[in-house]
Antibody, heavy 122, light 107 residues
Framework: EVQLVETGGGLIQPGGSLRLSCAAS????????MNWVRQAPGKGLEWVSVIYSGGTTNYADSVKGRFTISRDNSKNTVYLQMNTLGAEDTAVYYC????????????????WGKGTTVIVSS | DIQMTQSPSSLSASVGDRVTITCRAS??????LNWYQQKPGKAPELLMYGASFLQMGVPSRFSGSGSGTDFTLTISSLQPDDFATYYC?????????FGGGTKVEVK
């Protein structure tokens, strides 16, 4: 059974750093693209970052240069290192697995974790 | 970035109603369009992918159509479990984007 469990959220002061973890089970994270998606309180979904199965990465403009996605194959875990946090980063952060229906662009997020909450406040 | 615009942002409906939600992309995205359902306090769940393919386990009252820039999600007969917020999302661009969401409420 596929499961994704996010941890690492919490209350952090503006300008601080935090690392989120997404522990995967039931599949191998190197076989699928893995995403981080966030949702600010009362707002919609915002895609944050992806690490492709081949290891390359991509980021939303809003986090580029501040956030870094990575994975530890031995732990089957994906990470999101978040630096220089601001109030606008306050959100529930979800980890989501990609699956593919069509080569190259036909991606969809078929499994999601329950999320971890990040609050940036002084 | 490709902008995804959903309409309406909310709607009120009754059990048994036919409900249609629209999603428009700022440029052609072929059929690289997915739909998700989210209930309060829960993670999103995949409903449809590739604009018209039903995810395994999703009831057949859900259907999707469209290609290019205009897409629709239809619920043929609204059930109590369907009151939720629905999001479209494009995967044509490497910078993925979601629509703003459509909240389906009880009339």
């Amino acid at each position: 059974e596929v499961q994704l469990v996010e941890t690492g959220g919490g209350l952090i002061q503006p300008g601080g750093s935090l690392r989120l973890s997404c522990a995967a089970s039931g599949f191998t994270v190197t076989k699928n693209n893995m995403n981080w998606v966030r949702q600010a309180p009362g707002k919609g979904l915002e895609w944050v970052s992806v690490i492709y199965s081949g290891g390359t990465t991509n980021y939303a403009d809003s986090v580029k240069g501040r956030f870094t996605i990575s994975r530890d194959n031995s732990k089957n875990t994906v990470y999101l290192q978040m630096n220089t946090l601001g109030a606008e980063d306050t959100a529930v952060y979800y980890c989501a697995r990609d699956n593919m229906w069509s080569y190259n662009r036909g991606w969809y997020m078929d499994f999601w974790g329950k999320g971890t909450t990040v609050i940036v406040s002084s | 970035d490709i902008q995804m615009t959903q309409s309406p942002s909310s709607l009120s409906a009754s059990v048994g109603d036919r409900v249609t939600i629209t999603c428009r992309a700022s440029q052609s995205i072929n059929s690289f369009l997915n739909w998700y359902q989210q209930k309060p306090g829960k993670a999103p769940e995949l409903l449809m992918y590739g604009a018209s393919f039903l995810q395994m386990g999703v009831p057949s009252r859900f259907s999707g159509s469209g290609s290019g820039t205009d897409f629709t999600l239809t619920i043929s007969s609204l059930q109590p479990d369907d009151f939720a917020t629905y999001y479209c999302q494009q995967s044509y661009s490497a910078l993925l984007t979601f629509g703003g969401g459509t909240k389906v409420e009880v009339k």
